[in-house]
């Protein structure tokens, strides 16, 4: 589809198709950029590129989603902050490649399509920078592989559209594989890819969009960043990540500054919870993460506070009608949260949910495949 949509605009068939997932965490939130654990997976939402290149050092950029517009850049004169609407995360990738060296890229047609929910907080812009990555690196035989890719896709994102993220969504959407959450580690990308299946356990997690709007550029998740950095220089250690849960109440004693002692204790308590998310997985026991994702929550209503009055209700709701678990999932303010439900009651707990919160958008969510070349 995205294929034909190309060869209407552009009048030639294209080189290729490419697609790339967004994602849901499952647990290890705002832990990313303090060096910390999260785990998320692949959703079945997916961005599709079809590209072609150009050797005339320009960039066309075409999507579904505002069909009357081409988008038409010179890669030379790329420059951060230079482009304020959705081409800047694709054209941020190709600044980001050929800043690395890959200047082998002298352009591209690119035709894109997606049904990731935008501004949902399920990585719609992840998704695009990585599909966008993964088809330039095909059609010009670079040499990199998908954590690279990633790499150069958070780059992207934080200096060439300026939003200071972690690099979790860029690597959820290049590295997840199908039926396994991702266990990654945000300090070294060490990771364990461990399996979730969630049908054979007699389980479905659901997905709300709260339709909420989040956006990471309203300065609230940058000044929880620049709190954590405090924190970590207040207590002499690179990051929190540095902080061992033993030695939580330790560290806290230190400091006097209640909201930056709050943001400690969150990250510090988050890491240790994907640590007991992984471990009850490995154990076989899907169900006992159910109170591990609520406590997660409350912890970033409470002492993060990045929650909004919308996921506080879906995750009481959810665990009123008698969820497993529930919890915010992404960066907050807005957005998706997750429920973890027995099957059998899956219905009755989204039903619920959508009565009190009529506007919202449910679906049930099991890992998914990441980024691949489609043909
Ligand atoms: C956003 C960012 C990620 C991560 C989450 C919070 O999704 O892009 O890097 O920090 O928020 O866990």
């Avoid at 954590?147 to 934080?158: G, I, K, V």
């Avoid at 506070?305 to 009481?316: F, G, I, N």
């Avoid at 009608?321 to 915010?328: K, P, Q």
């Amino acid at each position: 589809m995205t294929a034909n949509a190309f060869q209407t605009t552009h009048g030639f068939t294209p080189e290729g198709e490419w697609a790339a997932p967004g994602r849901v965490n499952l647990i290890g939130e705002h832990t990313d950029y303090n060096d910390g654990f999260v785990m998320p997976f692949a959703l079945p939402h997916t961005t599709h590129a079809a590209a072609a290149r150009r050797d005339d050092g320009t960039l066309r950029l075409h999507s579904s989603a505002k069909p009357s517009h081409t988008v038409q850049l010179r890669i030379d004169d790329l420059e951060p902050g230079g482009i304020d609407n959705w081409a800047a995360y694709p054209a941020g990738v190709v600044w980001a490649l050929r800043g690395a060296g890959h200047d082998a890229i002298r352009g591209a047609d690119i035709h894109y399509d997606s049904t990731i929910p935008i501004g949902a907080g399920l990585s719609s812009s992840a998704a695009l920078e990585v599909v966008t990555a993964l088809a330039l690196r095909d059609l010009y035989d670079l040499p990199l592989h998908p954590w690279q890719l990633a790499r150069l896709c958070q780059r992207a994102e934080n200096v060439f559209v300026g939003a200071p993220t972690g690099i979790m969504d860029q690597t959820a959407s290049a590295c997840c594989t199908k039926g396994h959450a991702l266990f990654l580690d945000a300090q070294d990308l060490n990771h364990r890819q461990i399996p979730f299946d969630l049908a054979a356990e007699g389980l479905c997690l659901l997905v709300v969009d709260t339709r909420v709007k989040h956006t990471h550029s309203d300065g609230e998740y940058g000044q929880r960043r620049r709190g954590c950095e405090e924190g970590a220089a207040a207590l002499g250690v690179n990051t929190l990540r540095d902080i061992p849960y033993e030695e939580l109440d330790a560290a806290l004693a230190e400091l006097k500054d209640e909201s930056v002692r709050r943001l400690i204790r969150h990250v510090v308590t988050e890491n240790q919870r994907v640590e007991r998310v992984v471990a009850a997985l490995e154990a076989g026991d899907a169900r006992g993460i159910g109170p591990l994702l609520t406590e997660g929550h409350m912890s970033l209503r409470d002492d993060f506070r990045v929650s909004c009055p919308e996921l506080d209700l879906v995750v009481e709701v959810a665990n009123e009608t008698g969820a497993l678990g529930a919890r915010m999932t992404g960066g907050g303010f807005g957005g998706a949260a997750i429920v973890l439900v027995a099957d059998g009651i899956s219905d009755k707990v989204a039903e619920a949910i959508t009565t009190r919160l009529p506007g919202a958008r449910i679906f049930p969510a099991a890992p998914c495949a990441g980024a691949q070349r489609l043909r």
